[in-house]
């Protein structure tokens, strides 16, 4: 589903994508987790061509990405991405946040998408907002607006980019069970998160990354109860309370 | 002071209302039209574009609006080509020239005005639009231009109301608008006070009714604090 080759990406001078290949199956629930400045949020952004990068392949749910990303409208929607921020249009109220992509990109009649986006909504447990304005909903409920505003695309990938460290602590818990049911549904899924707990439930292999390197992929338990690297076990050690 | 002459006045002041609020209403358009265009290439990638708006915007808003009345109205006209073309018979009138030489004053104005709002939408909302697959044509339609349009609503407002103001210079090149019908009024009667006050009180009616609108609007479509704040730099 997603092919990453020999990945490099630099800043100006900072080389902060170092060589990263990276392999995900159809289905496969990834969990991009190290130290800010490691490069996860840069790398899932170089996948879904937000980001141009220096060097490398990247092929994603059937295209191949070009290095100027000059053909990134072409994954036209079939990679959902839910960013830290919402970025929610704050113009439009629920329902037309979530039927504009369908309506412009998949051409669907306005009837058509709108009775798809309540089903959305509906199963989001947000059916009673659907008129209302980005502004007027609480951060949780705003990501998860996003997010149905991704799946209704019918993404064959999500990536999801720290999508609760914007949020206020007790708004994470209803965004990452969103998340967790999604996971059941077979979505392929990569997941840039500091939230241990959800990557040890959820995760079928965790990938950390340090310096712009892979320097980890294991399955949750390995990775948790058996670091090999040094920078892994420390990183675990720094935000460990959050693990239970 | 007398107040037979505010009397008196009051009806002369008024002829030119109509006019007033021709040229105000047409520049005021015009020149919105063309802002967008020129607001666009303003911060557009392209230097072909962006070099060219940015040397009109310089020009215009660089030089007296009524040097520029009289190079329109006075200066074209002495062009061979000018006189021969088909836009004579628009570029003759000095009401046409009036109304061109404000739409181009405003609409540089207003471009970066535009230019400015369009580089403060927050980049995620490009970001978001990408990741859903829209295209550059319903990116700009359905997205970024509603949230700068209803963002620069009090800039627009306050732009007529700048438009109504500039347009008392066009009583320069002839055109009997308010100014104009005041001051051949003051020429007849030596009361300038009196009129002219009469006329600045019509000003004032004007824009107020402007303003009066653009609130309604304003409240109707505009957004306020719905900006989600950049995101901070991350890894």
């Given at each position: 589903m997603i092919k990453v080759r020999n990945l490099v990406k630099y800043y100006g001078p900072t080389?902060?994508?170092?060589g990263i290949s990276l392999d995900v199956e159809k289905g496969e629930r990834i969990v991009l987790c190290g130290?800010?400045?490691?490069g996860k949020s840069t790398l899932v952004r170089c996948i879904n061509g937000l980001e141009q990068r220096s060097a490398g392949d990247i092929e994603i749910a059937g295209h191949v990405l070009k290095a100027d990303c000059?053909?990134?409208?072409?994954l036209g929607g079939d990679v959902g991405m839910v960013f830290q921020q919402f970025n929610?249009?704050?113009?439009?109220?629920v329902l037309d946040n979530l039927t504009l992509a369908m309506r412009r990109?998949?051409?669907?009649?306005r009837s058509e998408a709108e009775a798809q986006a309540m089903a959305m909504l509906e199963r989001m447990q947000l059916g009673a907002r659907?008129?209302?304005?980005?502004?007027?909903?609480?951060g949780g409920q705003q990501q998860r607006v996003a997010i149905a505003r991704a799946l209704c695309m019918k993404p064959k990938v999500m990536l999801f980019d720290?999508?609760?460290?914007?949020?206020?602590p007790e708004m994470v818990q209803e965004v990452l069970d969103v998340m967790t049911a999604l996971s059941r549904e077979g979505l392929t899924m990569i997941v840039v998160t500091h939230e241990m707990g959800f990557a040890r439930n959820v995760a079928d292999r965790i990938v950390f990354m340090d310096g712009g390197v892979i320097l980890e992929e294991a399955a949750p338990d390995a990775f948790f109860?058996?670091?090999?690297h040094n920078r892994t076990r420390e990183f675990l050690r720094q935000i460990g309370p959050r693990t239970h | 002071m007398s107040p037979d002459i505010f009397i008196k006045a009051t009806p002369i002041v008024l002829q030119g209302l109509q006019l007033t609020l021709i040229i105000t209403i047409c520049s005021f358009v015009l020149g919105q039209i063309l802002a967008l265009p020129l607001g666009l290439a303003r911060q557009a990638n392209s230097p072909l574009l962006r070099w060219p708006a940015a040397t009109y915007t310089f020009l215009i808003r660089g030089s007296p609006l009524l040097v520029q009345l009289f190079i329109i109205y006075?200066?074209?006209?002495?062009?061979p080509a000018v006189r021969n073309s088909i836009l004579w018979p628009i570029l003759r009138e000095p009401l046409y020239c009036g109304i061109i030489a404000i739409a181009l004053n405003s609409a540089a104005y207003m471009a970066e005005v535009v230019a400015g709002a369009l580089k403060r939408v927050p980049k995620g909302q490009t970001e978001a639009c990408i990741s859903l697959g829209i295209s550059r044509r319903h990116r700009f339609t359905d997205v970024l231009l509603p949230q700068v349009y209803r963002e620069l609503l009090p800039n627009i407002g306050n732009e007529i109301i700048l438009v109504l103001k500039s347009s008392?210079?066009?009583?320069?090149?002839?055109?009997?608008e308010i100014t104009g019908v005041a001051r051949a009024f003051t020429a007849r009667t030596f009361a300038p006070f009196e009129v002219f006050i009469t006329a600045g009180i019509l000003y004032l009616a004007i824009g107020f009714a402007f303003t009066f609108l653009f609130r309604l609007l304003e409240r109707r479509y505009g957004i306020t604090g719905t900006r989600t704040p950049a995101p901070e730099a991350s890894a």
């Amino acid at each position: 589903m997603i092919k990453v080759r020999n990945l490099v990406k630099y800043y100006g001078p900072t080389k902060v994508l170092d060589g990263i290949s990276l392999d995900v199956e159809k289905g496969e629930r990834i969990v991009l987790c190290g130290p800010s400045g490691s490069g996860k949020s840069t790398l899932v952004r170089c996948i879904n061509g937000l980001e141009q990068r220096s060097a490398g392949d990247i092929e994603i749910a059937g295209h191949v990405l070009k290095a100027d990303c000059s053909n990134v409208l072409d994954l036209g929607g079939d990679v959902g991405m839910v960013f830290q921020q919402f970025n929610l249009f704050p113009h439009m109220n629920v329902l037309d946040n979530l039927t504009l992509a369908m309506r412009r990109v998949r051409r669907a009649p306005r009837s058509e998408a709108e009775a798809q986006a309540m089903a959305m909504l509906e199963r989001m447990q947000l059916g009673a907002r659907a008129k209302a304005y980005p502004r007027e909903l609480s951060g949780g409920q705003q990501q998860r607006v996003a997010i149905a505003r991704a799946l209704c695309m019918k993404p064959k990938v999500m990536l999801f980019d720290e999508p609760t460290s914007a949020l206020d602590p007790e708004m994470v818990q209803e965004v990452l069970d969103v998340m967790t049911a999604l996971s059941r549904e077979g979505l392929t899924m990569i997941v840039v998160t500091h939230e241990m707990g959800f990557a040890r439930n959820v995760a079928d292999r965790i990938v950390f990354m340090d310096g712009g390197v892979i320097l980890e992929e294991a399955a949750p338990d390995a990775f948790f109860d058996h670091p090999q690297h040094n920078r892994t076990r420390e990183f675990l050690r720094q935000i460990g309370p959050r693990t239970h | 002071m007398s107040p037979d002459i505010f009397i008196k006045a009051t009806p002369i002041v008024l002829q030119g209302l109509q006019l007033t609020l021709i040229i105000t209403i047409c520049s005021f358009v015009l020149g919105q039209i063309l802002a967008l265009p020129l607001g666009l290439a303003r911060q557009a990638n392209s230097p072909l574009l962006r070099w060219p708006a940015a040397t009109y915007t310089f020009l215009i808003r660089g030089s007296p609006l009524l040097v520029q009345l009289f190079i329109i109205y006075y200066g074209l006209g002495q062009i061979p080509a000018v006189r021969n073309s088909i836009l004579w018979p628009i570029l003759r009138e000095p009401l046409y020239c009036g109304i061109i030489a404000i739409a181009l004053n405003s609409a540089a104005y207003m471009a970066e005005v535009v230019a400015g709002a369009l580089k403060r939408v927050p980049k995620g909302q490009t970001e978001a639009c990408i990741s859903l697959g829209i295209s550059r044509r319903h990116r700009f339609t359905d997205v970024l231009l509603p949230q700068v349009y209803r963002e620069l609503l009090p800039n627009i407002g306050n732009e007529i109301i700048l438009v109504l103001k500039s347009s008392s210079l066009a009583s320069a090149i002839t055109i009997m608008e308010i100014t104009g019908v005041a001051r051949a009024f003051t020429a007849r009667t030596f009361a300038p006070f009196e009129v002219f006050i009469t006329a600045g009180i019509l000003y004032l009616a004007i824009g107020f009714a402007f303003t009066f609108l653009f609130r309604l609007l304003e409240r109707r479509y505009g957004i306020t604090g719905t900006r989600t704040p950049a995101p901070e730099a991350s890894a």
